[in-house]
């Protein structure tokens, strides 16, 4: 007999109703009171999401006998389920109907395949998600951005509909509320109203992680500071560095400890490691304050002004530059400036899953047209920022049975807190853009794909053109990347005029660019030539082991040669220490 499992501490349960009735009484109060300040919820179609199905709906109804065909599949796929699930309760083998895709998480628990009932729902979801899917991507003779809207919503809809997102058909909610008498839905109740009050889901155990403490921990001083960015020098590792300092530009749009989480995870760290003098760059988390701040500032006042600052603190003139996603799109920028300039400081520069021709921008394209931007920028121009939380939601749905419901399932129908998880941690630390610049940035980038055109982008009076760019350059992206997809970032490789090294890491986004060797995770691909298409690259490409880290390791070392200097104390240079990493910039909430 199963051990008799305790009733739930009235105590405790006493405490989680009333911190549930206390919560629902302030958030009512304070809905009624935006209803009563005219600031209730919009019936508008911001996304352009109702136009989108009305054409699809259109198109459908004019080809009825592709919905009937449609339907005729499915129903005989369903057919065959139930003859599958009949042997299956005879006790007798049968092969299922459909299966989950590789890497779908929803349905690992045992109970999804080992019990007949819930493998049932799981494939009967399964065949109908695949049959609505393939009936919206087989309509012919929309506009590609209407097609590719449909699709990613048809998706979304999918995917919050799967049968693990619902406490009576997932078996492991099912388990978790007979044996907790249901104190698990009231805990996710109180989740649920908490994640409301700070306005998104929590991914991760904030009060696991202090940066400084345990994330962003590599010692190291702030040695220079403007109104857009403060610069850290990180304190050295070894007896003698390499002449050439490495200056990492980290994207804006999150912080820049991505690149410093905890000690076997941090590229700084492992980089100042391996005989660097690494600085990099510690964007603001601006406010309204910072309305007027132009793609140009950020270029002015970051990589410019970090090379300055470097050459005082160091006394060198040449150094290696490493730009990662959009601080790479601001280092093609800001390379094809200096280049007109005849300003020769970079040695080198390497692309972290960077984007500088934006012709194939993956599925954030869905939330980029002139509608949706124009829609953007009035509610920028309201607060003179584009809140981070919002730019976040976009990024989560991009991976939303990863980074929505995943969460869904265990904060409100497990009622757990969330994983002390230092990616999720600095994921949801999201900061804001300035409106000014970032309707820039998705105007001329990603609407016109302007970077890519010799002369298509000026800044500070200089017509930007990529291909004078002509010093040493490594590309790395990565296979599974939403956000840069690896096509896209090959073609503005092949951009540039000088030798040019393109490396395809595994995984995605972050996952693929945070991967240390001692991992020992993903692999990655090399090529020795950079052919026109992307596809003839990959499959001419070789596949190694590891990180992408060691192979970049050797190039960059290769190319500083073996002239070595005493290593380099922040601080002690002409440039005097501010104060300590991480440095006070990073600690601005969103």
Not at 174 to 192: A, F, I, K, P, Y
Not at 393 to 398: I, P, V, W
Not at 443 to 453: E, G, P, W
Not at 469 to 498: N, Q
């Amino acid at each position: 007999m199963p051990a008799t499992q305790p009733p739930p501490d009235p105590a405790q349960s006493a405490r989680v109703f009333a911190e549930v009735a206390e919560r629902s009484s302030r958030l009512m109060g304070e809905f009624l009171q935006r209803q009563a300040g005219g600031q209730g919820v919009a019936t508008s179609d911001e996304f352009g999401i109702a136009r989108a199905f009305m054409d699809l709906y259109a198109r459908m109804l004019a080809e009825p006998w592709k919905l009937a065909e449609m339907q005729t599949k499915m129903f005989w796929d369903h057919v065959a389920l139930w003859q599958s699930t009949v042997l299956r309760m005879l006790g007798k083998e049968a092969r299922p109907v459909a299966v989950p895709a590789k890497g779908d998480n929803r349905f690992r628990e045992a109970d999804w395949q080992d019990q007949f009932l819930f493998d049932y729902i799981k494939q009967s979801y399964l065949i109908a998600a695949r049959h609505l899917h393939d009936a919206v991507a087989s309509v012919e003779g929309l506009p590609e951005q209407t097609s590719k809207k449909v699709n990613f919503y048809t998706r979304q809809y999918i995917d919050a509909l799967s049968p693990s997102n619902f406490a009576l058909t997932n078996p492991h909610v099912l388990r978790e509320t007979m044996r907790s008498g249901g104190q698990n839905l009231v805990r996710g109740l109180n989740n649920l109203l908490a994640d409301i009050e700070r306005g998104g889901i929590r991914m991760a155990d904030e009060k696991a992680f202090k940066l400084g403490v345990n994330v962003a921990t590599t010692p190291g001083k702030v040695v220079f500071q403007n109104e857009l960015m403060q610069l850290i020098q990180y304190a050295p590792s070894t007896e003698n560095v390499f002449r050439q300092p490495l200056l990492v530009i980290p994207p804006w749009i999150n912080k820049y400890y991505i690149l410093d989480l905890r000690e076997k995870n941090s590229f700084v760290r492992w980089a100042v490691g391996q005989g660097h003098t690494v600085f990099v760059i510690s964007w603001v988390n601006p406010d309204g304050r910072y309305a007027g701040k132009t793609f140009e500032n950020y270029m002015f006042e970051g990589p410019l002004a970090a090379l300055d600052a470097i050459g005082q603190a160091t006394g060198e003139n040449r150094v290696n530059i490493i730009g990662y996603c959009l601080g790479g799109t601001l280092l093609g920028a800001t390379l094809a400036w200096m280049a007109e300039k005849g300003d020769a400081r970079a040695a080198s520069a390497t692309f972290l899953a960077s984007l500088l021709d934006f012709s194939i921008p993956g599925e954030l394209g869905v939330f980029i047209d002139e509608a949706q931007v124009e829609n953007l920028e009035r509610r920028m121009q309201e607060r003179g920022y584009l809140e981070g939380s919002e730019m976040a939601a976009t990024f989560n749905m991009l991976r939303a049975n990863d980074l929505v419901w995943s969460f869904v399932v265990n904060n409100y129908l497990l009622g757990k807190d969330p994983f002390p998880f230092d990616l999720l941690y600095w994921n949801s630390d999201s900061t804001r853009m300035p409106a000014k610049m970032h309707s820039f940035y998705l105007r001329n980038m990603y609407l016109a794909n302007r970077l890519k055109d010799a002369g298509g982008v000026n800044l500070g009076g200089v017509p930007i053109d990529l291909g004078k760019i002509a010093i040493p350059a490594y590309f790395v992206s990565t296979l599974e990347d939403h956000i840069a997809p690896w096509k896209s970032t090959y073609k503005g490789a092949r951009l540039l005029s000088g030798p040019t090294r393109f490396v395809l890491g595994g995984s995605g986004h972050i996952a693929g660019i945070v991967n240390p060797p001692s991992a020992k995770k993903y692999g990655y691909w090399t090529g020795s030539e950079l052919p026109q298409s992307a596809e003839e690259w990959q499959a001419g490409a070789s596949r190694k082991e590891g990180s992408w880290w060691i192979d970049w390791q050797a190039w960059v070392a290769g190319l500083n040669g073996p002239d070595r200097v005493p290593a380099r104390v922040p601080g002690a240079g002409a440039l005097q220490a501010l104060e300590d990493a991480p440095g006070s910039y990073v600690s601005v909430p969103a």
